[in-house]
């Protein structure tokens, strides 16, 4: 079992920057490719990025590269989301999620591949 809580969010001008923050518990941190999801009001959970368990590889959507970057400590059991640049159409309540390694790659991106998810926090991004 493994439980997620995320902080960080919160209300930001257009070009901003918030870094947000995934702490689980749980054992074999490292074992886990940990991912982060946004859903705006009347859409579905999309995927940010991801990172694999020991930190080495990383996925972004391309409608955040350069701007977000996913990292995490697994001394500390945590994922980041660095979050820079922000625009209003970043504006979604933001979940992070994991998952044991040991799948292909591509399935990650998945928000059904994952088993264990936070609760969100949201981050508004004013214009």
């Known amino acids: 079992q493994m439980q997620l809580v995320e902080s960080g969010g919160g209300l930001v001008q257009a070009g901003g920057s918030l870094r947000l923050s995934c702490a689980a518990s749980?054992?074999?941190?490292?074992?886990?490719?940990m991912g982060w999801f946004r859903q705006a009001p009347g859409k579905e959970r999309e995927f940010v990025a991801a990172?694999?368990?020991?930190?080495?590889?990383?996925n972004h959507v391309d409608s955040v590269k350069g701007r977000f970057t996913i990292s995490r400590d697994n001394t500390k059991n945590t994922v980041y989301l660095q979050m820079n640049s922000l625009k209003p159409e970043d504006t979604a309540v933001y979940f992070c999620?994991?998952?044991?390694?040991?799948?292909?790659?591509?399935?990650?991106?998945?928000?059904?591949?994952?088993?264990?998810w936070g609760q969100g926090t949201q981050v508004t991004v004013s214009s």
């Open positions: 999620a994991a998952e044991p390694v040991g799948y292909s790659w591509s399935d990650y991106v998945q928000p059904r591949r994952y088993d264990y």
């Open positions: 990172i694999s368990g020991g930190g080495t590889v990383r």
């Open positions: 749980g054992r074999m941190f490292s074992n886990y490719v």
